[in-house]
């Protein structure tokens, strides 16, 4: 069976510093990845998504990712964060064409500091 | 663009009762889904549902029912509520054709069982 994990369970940072939250996946095939983001009292957000091709991808709001087959990781990057990016971002799995086989992960909620 | 409306936001039931959420999509989407989420365990899948009158369960279907009655609503029941339960539910929609994965979610509703 698939999994995801987020080792870390909560990340601090101050406005303006670079950010990286960790994804790392189980599945021996190849998978599609995505990173969904879940704002304060609202539902979750696609910021991204990775099917094929160029590893690293492109999402919403700077936000960036990288695929590692070797690693099986899917990390996720921005720049510089701004106090609106606190959240909780979720990396998932799917390992099929069907929207319904997604394994998500626990979630990483980030704060950021003025 | 369209829109998940998730009714109530919240509700509070006793042991033993029974109660239902609602959800209503104006993508004109064929699938939809309910997931529970809970602190520290992610998302899981309780029931989805490809189109008008079908009904699939998840991994965490046990305790629920669900109704798809028309194309825009789904519905999801606990049948029996259980004493000091609390989790939010969301309900999500997508297209096939669209991509595995892109999913869009409501904002959630939130039980607790007292």
């Known amino acids: 069976a698939q999994s995801v994990t987020q080792p870390d369970a909560r990340v601090t940072v101050s406005e303006g510093a670079s950010l990286q939250l960790r994804c790392k996946y189980s599945?021996?095939?190849?998978?599609?990845l995505f990173w969904y983001v879940q704002y304060p009292r609202q539902g979750l957000q696609l910021l991204l998504k990775?099917?094929?091709?160029?590893?690293v991808v492109q999402g919403v709001n700077g936000f960036e990712a990288e695929f590692s087959k070797s690693n099986s990781s899917f990390h996720l990057r921005k720049a510089s964060v701004h106090w609106s990016d606190s959240a909780v971002y979720f990396c998932?799995?799917?390992?099929?064409?069907?929207?319904?086989?997604?394994?998500f992960g626990l979630g990483t909620r980030v704060s950021v500091f003025p | 663009g369209g829109i998940i409306t998730q009714t109530p936001k919240f509700l509070i039931g006793q042991e033993g009762q029974k109660l239902t959420l609602k959800c209503q999509q104006n993508?004109?989407?064929?699938?939809m889904y309910w997931y529970r989420q809970d602190s520290g365990k992610g998302l899981r899948l309780i029931y989805y549902?490809?189109?008008?009158?079908?009904?699939q369960k998840g991994d965490l279907s046990e305790g629920y029912d669900a109704s798809r009655e028309k194309k825009s609503s789904f519905s999801l029941t606990v049948t029996s509520a259980q004493k000091n339960e609390m989790a939010v539910f969301l309900c999500?929609?997508?297209?096939?054709?669209?991509?595995?994965?892109?999913?869009?979610f409501g904002e959630g509703s939130k039980l607790t069982v007292l």
């Open positions: 990775y099917y094929s091709g160029d590893p």
């Open positions: 993508f004109n989407h064929d699938t």
């Open positions: 998932v799995l799917s390992v099929n064409n069907y929207a319904q086989g997604l394994t």
């Open positions: 999500a929609s997508s297209q096939p054709g669209q991509g595995p994965g892109q999913l869009y």
């Open positions: 599945y021996s095939g190849t998978p599609y």
């Open positions: 549902s490809i189109t008008e009158n079908d009904l």
